[in-house]
């Protein structure tokens, strides 16, 4: 969520800068004139070199034909099948190469072609680079000329958006929306800084995200399929277990309006009209509230109508909170509005934050399983919602067990095992509960698990809760 949100952010604020820097200049020249100021082999130069770099780039990072090549022609000279000048390279190279077998001969091919790729790209976009200052120098390269200047925004959000993707498959969607920002802002003269941008953004995902080092268009390709077809989940939701690929289509909206305070609610609700009203009456005010209705719709609409699962609450939708929180404000701004004492407005200020400061104090460490009055507060919602679905509360339950379990004691734990683990006694044996294990000396489960069906022999010797909120129990031996 922070991550997507400096992206657009900063993306925002380039574009604010690259908009105002060229307010009062000339505009460059169109590209065709440039173009047609050229002599014939000129142009026959810059078009075998666009498709020569073109086709290079493509088959580094998307076809792969030339390592396949090469990985065909080193299995020949593994065999001596290859031309006879290969096959003597091969031989003076590999000179123990009965004793090796070929596949290691592929493996140090493939990362030289890993190690060449960096290199390559950027002599190629190196390339391009002069020759758009060299020969088209009143329209593409008073543009460049022009980036070069304003880059450091320009980069920085690039830099952002592909750090965003490498968190997240999200990310490229941040980019798309400063992309917006940029044409709406600079029209034809937003075609170079979004290029230049949108580079940095994949050289930043390519080098901070490794598994996209082997294969990079289709691992990223794969994670798209993955994030849009996620293994299916049992979810807990208004009371009833449902697939996570087959949620009702309400489950977004109403989880956001039990998960956030109602002053939050009631704000955004007005700040949603108030957003209606300047769309229509402040041109201005338009593209901003064009991307938050992106921003917050495109993600929540998938959802709503099934396009993407999503499990454990709103967790993978968190970074639509900045709009919303935007419209919020909007709400926030139209109410002050309303004329008041002093003192009362102090008092309403206090009246909006109170239940998202009470929440946090009552609930602590706990507060993500906040929920509000619409549902009964998180009493009201526990055994309806999920609640503790990272079972964080194991933390707490391990403090008990660690003062208690006998020395070499077995503890059966339900569901999730790497959060107990951390914390618990070097002596301890730690397992995943399954049916036929004989009982433990104590048992472990977090309200996300089947508390009623572990151990029913053994009884409930300590309980981490919140309220009514029950999120995780021990169960031992009674007396």
């Not at 996570?244 to 956030?260: A, E, G, R, V």
């Amino acid at each position: 969520m922070v991550s997507f949100l400096a992206s657009v952010v900063v993306g925002w604020a380039a574009a604010d800068r690259l908009m105002n820097k060229g307010s009062g200049e000339r505009p460059p020249a169109r590209m065709a004139d440039d173009w047609r100021a050229l002599s014939g082999r000129t142009r026959l130069v810059i078009a075998l070199g666009g498709v020569a770099g073109g086709a290079l780039l493509l088959d580094l990072w998307v076809v792969h034909g030339l390592l396949r090549l090469g990985e065909s022609v080193v299995r020949s000279a593994y065999q001596g099948e290859s031309w006879s000048l290969v096959n003597r390279v091969f031989e003076r190279v590999a000179t123990d190469a009965y004793k090796t077998p070929v596949s290691l001969y592929i493996g140090k091919l493939d990362r030289a072609a890993f190690w060449f790729r960096l290199p390559a790209t950027a002599v190629v976009l190196a390339g391009a680079w002069w020759g758009a200052l060299a020969w088209f120098p009143q329209s593409a390269g008073r543009r460049l000329r022009r980036l070069s200047s304003d880059w450091g925004l320009l980069a920085l959000a690039g830099f952002l958006i592909g750090a965003t993707t490498s968190i997240r498959i999200v990310g490229p969607f941040a980019g798309g929306l400063v992309v917006l920002i940029l044409l709406a802002k600079l029209g034809r003269r937003s075609i170079i800084p979004a290029t230049a941008m949108g580079l940095i953004a994949v050289l930043t995902t390519y080098l901070t995200w490794p598994v996209l080092w082997g294969d990079p268009v289709g691992q990223f390709l794969a994670h798209i399929g993955q994030t849009t077809e996620f293994t299916s989940f049992s979810v807990l939701y208004a009371g009833s277990h449902y697939e996570s690929t087959n949620l009702p289509w309400h489950y977004l909206p109403w989880l956001l309006m039990i998960q956030l305070t109602l002053p939050a609610v009631a704000a955004v609700v007005a700040g949603f009209g108030q957003a209606i009203r300047r769309g229509l009456t402040h041109r201005p005010d338009r593209l901003g509230l064009v991307v938050i209705a992106l921003w917050a719709g495109v993600p929540a609409a998938a959802v709503v109508f099934g396009w993407v699962s999503v499990y454990n609450n709103f967790r993978h939708e968190l970074f639509i909170m900045p709009p919303l929180f935007v419209l919020a404000g909007m709400g926030l701004q139209w109410a002050s509005q309303v004329p008041l004492q002093r003192y009362l407005k102090i008092a309403l200020v206090a009246l909006l934050i109170l239940p998202g400061l009470a929440g946090i104090i009552r609930l602590h460490p706990y507060e993500y399983i906040y929920c509000n009055a619409l549902v009964g507060g998180t009493g009201g919602a526990a055994g309806r919602y999920e609640m503790d679905y990272w079972c964080t509360s194991y933390r707490e339950a391990m403090t008990y067990i660690d003062e208690h379990a006998p020395l070499g004691g077995e503890v059966a734990v339900t569901g999730a095992l790497t959060n107990a683990t951390p914390f618990a006694r070097p002596d301890l044996k730690l397992y995943l509960d399954r049916p036929g294990k004989t009982t433990p000396d104590l048992g472990l489960a977090c309200e996300r698990g089947d508390v009623s069906r572990l151990f029913p022999s053994l009884e409930d010797v300590f309980v981490v809760h919140r309220g009514a909120a029950v999120l995780a129990v021990v169960k031992g031996p009674g007396g």
